[in-house]
């Protein structure tokens, strides 16, 4: 199984890096504070801008409400990463793409604070380009962050490969326009079938390249 690309876009939380303690610690005391369950929150909020889940489980709040769980939920989850480690091939497979020249960014929901701490805190090579919640006016899973991914690289989202873990931003990737892996996707998800690829680990894939139209080929191996 191969792919062709000139650029690559990455999720960061479930897909570079493993922050579900981090973020399911968070919610969860967002969640004994307003009455809900832990299930009834951590069955919504992944791969969701934190203000979308806010609006959803408060939807009579006023805007300063809003953001002030918003400010409070970021200070926790940007202070909060212990626990936060990288994905299995995630970090060999970025330094490749630094090792051949691909130009890639990071699309993800996350602020700033939480983003670059989760990052650093993964020892994740850092990237040029983020795509973070301050640069999107909708997030995933609206096309539009995967569409600014590609602009910071100065191509169109069909010429790049999106990587997901959660619906929400595979549905963002699609319909953006690129090409998408997901890492897992649920037998039962709608769309499942418009995925490019599904592995189950980044260590199932490499990449060569340029060739001479400056496309470089991702490559799945089954089994790692």
């Not at 690289?153 to 326009?177: K, M, T, W």
């Not at 189950?200 to 340029?210: D, K, R, T, Y």
């Amino acid at each position: 199984m191969k792919l062709k690309a000139k650029g690559f876009l990455f999720d960061l939380d479930g897909t570079l890096a493993d922050s579900l303690a981090v973020v399911e610690r968070a919610w969860c005391k967002f969640g004994e504070k307003i009455g809900k369950t832990p299930e009834e929150i951590v069955s919504f909020i992944h791969g969701k801008p934190a203000l979308t889940s806010l609006r959803h489980f408060l939807p009579a709040a006023s805007e300063e409400e809003i953001m002030t769980y918003f400010r409070w939920l970021e200070k926790m989850e940007s202070e909060d990463t212990d626990g936060v480690i990288a994905l299995p091939g995630a970090i060999a497979l970025l330094l490749r793409l630094n090792e051949l020249g691909a130009p890639w960014a990071i699309v993800t929901s996350g602020t700033v604070p939480i983003a670059h701490g989760r990052q650093k805190a993964a020892g994740l090579p850092e990237p040029k380009h983020w795509v973070t919640f301050e640069k999107v006016t909708k997030g995933k899973p609206d096309p539009e962050p995967f569409m600014l991914g590609a602009k910071a690289l100065s191509l169109n989202a069909n010429e790049c490969v999106s990587f997901e873990d959660a619906p929400a931003g595979i549905y963002s990737a699609l319909d953006a326009g690129s090409q998408v892996v997901a890492v897992h996707a649920p037998d039962n998800m709608p769309r499942r079938n418009e995925i490019d690829i599904i592995v189950s680990s980044l260590a199932q894939i490499s990449v060569i390249g340029p060739d001479n139209n400056g496309d470089f080929t991702l490559l799945v191996a089954k089994n790692v």
